[in-house]
């Protein structure tokens, strides 16, 4: 080592010292990023060989992260002092850095250079006199980071030195959490604790975990956060908390994460003082344009705007009778000259409106296709009602040709057991993403829509709604990180499968040990399907508990019908399902022809979707020859039954986890179980009262009755783990 770097390399022990260091226990705080000693002897012997040493070729701030991450990365994989540093010298067997550094760009052939893109990266194992030298290589920075995540995963899944070689770039632009975060630290739908983001300390007291997020999010490669509800404040915007956004965008930015800021609509008026929020009026435009060049004062990257408006009682342009487009516009003006982009959420609905509520999204939004400023994206919850356990694909998928049109997921699990139950989105996820929309003929997927590939458009994205708190494991229960995890990996890479993904966050979280990997991916694909089954199966949604949306009310009437359970799925003396056939709704239509014929037809459309489309008689036969009640009894037991399994498979791993972790997910099974037999009971006897037939062999009978079920209320605290007097 030369006397130049021992300084540097003392200054970086010394930094790093913070760098997941909160807590080491196993709590879960580390994430997939635990970097444990790799137990496979004849692996760890070849990564010691190779990786005993790591150059970074770059001393600037994405440099110094890449160092630190592989510094703590690479300690505790080969449990040994490995020596990383900038610019080392000698001959190291990992070199880390942009194409156009002088080590690299002797090293690395040329048909070996990253895809095109600024967070593209390859990982290549080049032959030097006998040694194996990994280099790791991006056009920019970022992408060295990204390859740098990579080639740390590849080993947490012990990977073989040849194996780790990859040549990647990510298939979407924006990559993003959005946070529904409040300015007084509470989430909405978050199941996690309390806000991240401690705004009272703030910029003062900048808390490690800004870090240790940011290298979480950008070792799955997701590029931005959404710090603040779509269910907006508009003082984000007021000078007092952009300093506290720069503070945090500070922290993010040498990880490649940009800040965005939800937009109140009548935030002219809340803190600017003016009479209107019209997107026609000239001072409301200038005073959106002022305020646009001043969070670029503090922000000099900020992404842009994400906007509810006219949803649910937010304010929007439809207030001053302008079009969505209008309001958008307006903001994207605002943005334009900084390069920052507007996402405008599609997710509206009017109780107003006597339309079907899954029709009118799609209503509103077409007839503006062509409309948008180039840099407004406009983003759609993957199905047309809301983050059900199963719906199926937005219809405004491939209907907005001249459009961007950004996807997005729920990762908090408002509609699928919270923090408790273990249902692992990746299956959800993937379903959406695969879903063929046919407007171009087939294979015309959701995925080749939001990725540009089909319809052709520049910007594109895709976002989550995070399920991370200030709770030590982030998501409220460890499982949840799974889902977390899930979505930055197909955010990155659609074609991923869920199986795959189960596996490398199981490796890198829980263990390694073979058998037990296969049983907890086991449980984890199943878990999606079970919730759908215990849940709502056959197509039907939207039957939970009003408000906190944990548990079965099935009977439920609100004041607004469309979002009332009954509304939703209809059940009579005859059946049971919403017709959204020509003969009923007709939302059937909106979707293409290939699509729309197969729905709506009882012969074609799938099970999984049957009642979301039709309604179907009691007795009507299934195409299992089972009557429709008797294979809605069968589905509520199968989830139960999958439940059970999942629970007596997790028990078979016991030796392979740490007793913590271990015990959680044991408990939190055990509350998952109970409440699936509670779903499944309160369900069939309120559906019971309409069929007035009996259960089918195979099912058990329900614990209580109807009047029982209907008696129980559910925690207003969703951190609470269980609704009292839950059977
Ligand atoms: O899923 C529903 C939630 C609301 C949420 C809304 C939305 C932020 O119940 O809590 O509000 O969707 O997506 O805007």
Known sequence: MTGQLRPLLLTLALSVAPLGAVARADTGYELWLRYRRVPNATRLAEYRRVFAQASVESNSATGRVIRDELTLGLRGLLDTTAVVGVGVGGNPGLIVGVVSSSRIAALLPASRRPPAGSESFVIATLKRADKTVVVVAGNTELGALYGTF??????????????????????????????????????????????????????????PRYRDYARANASIGINGAVLTNVNANARVLTPEYLTKIAALANVFRPYGIRVYLTARFSAPIEIGGLRTADPLDSAVRAWWRAKADEIYRYVPDFGGFLVKANSEGQPGPQDYHRTHADGANMLADAVAPHHGVVMWRAFVYSNDVPVDRVKQAYDEFTPLDGAFRANVLIQTKNGPLDFQPREPFHPLFGALPKTAQMLEFQITKEYLGEDTHLVYLAPLFKEVLDADTYVRGPGSTVARVIDGTLQGQRETGIAGVANVGNDTNWTGSQFNQANWYAFGRLAWNHQLSPAAIAEEWIRATLTNDDAAVRTIAHIMLVSREAAVNYMTPLGLAHIMGSNHHYGPAPWARLARADWSPVYFHRADSIGIGFDRTATGSDAVAQYAAPVRD???????????????????GWREPMRSGRTLWDELALHYQAGVDTVRAMRREWLSARAMIDAPRFAEADSF????EREARWWRDAALQYFASFSHLPLPAGVEAPAHSLEYYMSLRCPADPRKPRCPNVP
């Open 150 to 207: 990579a080639l740390l995963r590849g080993m947490q899944i012990q990977q073989p030195v040849p194996k780790l070689e990859a040549a990647e770039a990510p298939r979407i632009r924006r990559r993003l959490l959005d946070h529904w975060d409040n300015l007084d630290g509470s989430v909405e739908r978050g199941y996690a604790g309390s806000s991240l983001w401690d705004w009272t300390r703030l910029p003062g007291t900048v808390s």
């Open 598 to 616: 197969r729905l709506a037809d009882r012969a074609t459309v799938p099970d999984s979707l049957l009642l979301w489309f039709h309604h179907v």
């Open 669 to 672: 099974l055990g509350i998952q």
